[in-house]
């Protein structure tokens, strides 16, 4: 089993993990409807959204979803 763990560095969450030499860090910051958060490691990725939870079915269209 893997380990790791996290801290805070320069206003980021920073994760280690045993199989992962370079720390994952993320930066956090309060939208209107709850937390944002982002990938600092890349940037240019899609950012997070807090959501609720709901009793709802998700809905997955596309081919070969699940697959």
Known sequence: M???GWYEQDGLICFTYDTEPEPQCWSFRR????????FE???STTELYEVERSDASLTCLGPDVGV
Request: aromatic content about 0%; charged content about 15%.
């Open 2 to 4: 893997s380990g790791g």
């Open 31 to 38: 939208g209107a409807a709850g937390l944002i958060a982002r």
């Open 41 to 43: 490691n890349d940037p």
